[in-house]
């Protein structure tokens, strides 16, 4: 793995080159361009807000409902968003993938960086808020930051790799991960609070490397806290996807120009 890992720096020209191409193809003949990328999470929590601020109330502990689901969804959509175009990444560049040899893992990665792109100018958004909202954060959870978003990059390449190459055979894969993201969203903690899950169960919750991840964006970023021990068993799990999914997309690579 680490002489394949090798040959993927060695071509960070072509995965740099990729990445730049897909946003010239998603914002070029959009009238929005790059507000896309704020437009689509500050409309989920819009809705969000109506419903479980006017409709049904939620206690998010003193936090203003928009920040509290903003802080969820901002990552969440990183991850709903990169799956998908990871997933789809292989077969729509099937004459690139059957007729030129290049690690085919960068073209997945280059999809990844893409929507990293747009994570970062949600993300600004997201620090606007806390700063309009007046919520004291500490610096030292700040310096967590980097850590969460590597867990939660660490997760997204391992489902994203796994499922680009599972795509490559079965295309069935596309439309069942629209299906389990949609219930994954559901599963984990976006509109409602850590607290509304009992705490016998809670083991069993945070088995959901996002419930963790999401839990530790907002205690670094709206609860002036640094993150708890949940974090750990998230950092494992993505940790571990990773691996496998890198493992099962290199020991099935060599197939992808005969099938795609």
Do not use: C, H
């Amino acid at each position: 793995m680490i002489v394949q890992l090798k040959q993927l720096f060695e071509t960070g020209d072509l995965v740099w080159a990729w990445t730049v191409r897909t946003l010239r193809g998603r914002y070029q003949q959009s009238a929005l361009g790059w507000l896309w990328a704020i437009v689509q999470p500050v409309a989920t929590v819009a809705i969000f807000a109506v419903v479980f601020t006017r409709i049904v109330p939620v206690d998010t502990g003193g936090v203003p409902y928009i920040l509290f689901s903003y802080t969820a969804v901002v990552p969440w959509t990183l991850l709903s968003t990169s799956i998908t175009d990871m997933a789809m990444s292989l077969v729509q560049n099937m004459n690139l993938v059957g007729k030129i040899y290049f690690p085919r893992e960068a073209l997945p990665i280059a999809s990844l960086l893409a929507r990293l792109a747009d994570f970062g100018i949600s993300f600004v958004l997201l620090v606007i808020l806390v700063i309009l909202f007046k919520i004291p954060v500490s610096p030292i959870g700040l310096l967590y930051l980097p850590l969460i978003l590597l867990i939660q990059l660490a997760l997204i390449l391992g489902l994203g790799i796994g499922a680009a190459a599972l795509n490559v055979f079965y295309r069935d894969v596309d439309p069942l991960l629209k299906l389990v993201t949609q219930i994954w969203f559901y599963a984990s903690p976006i509109l409602y609070p850590i607290s509304f899950v009992p705490e016998e169960w809670q083991w069993l919750y945070f088995l959901n490397p996002m419930a963790g991840i999401i839990a530790a964006y907002r205690d670094v970023l709206i609860y002036n806290t640094l993150p708890g021990e949940y974090l750990w068993p998230a950092a494992i799990i993505s940790i571990a996807l990773f691996l496998f999914g890198y493992w099962f997309f290199k020991k099935v690579e060599y197939q992808f120009a005969d099938i795609v």
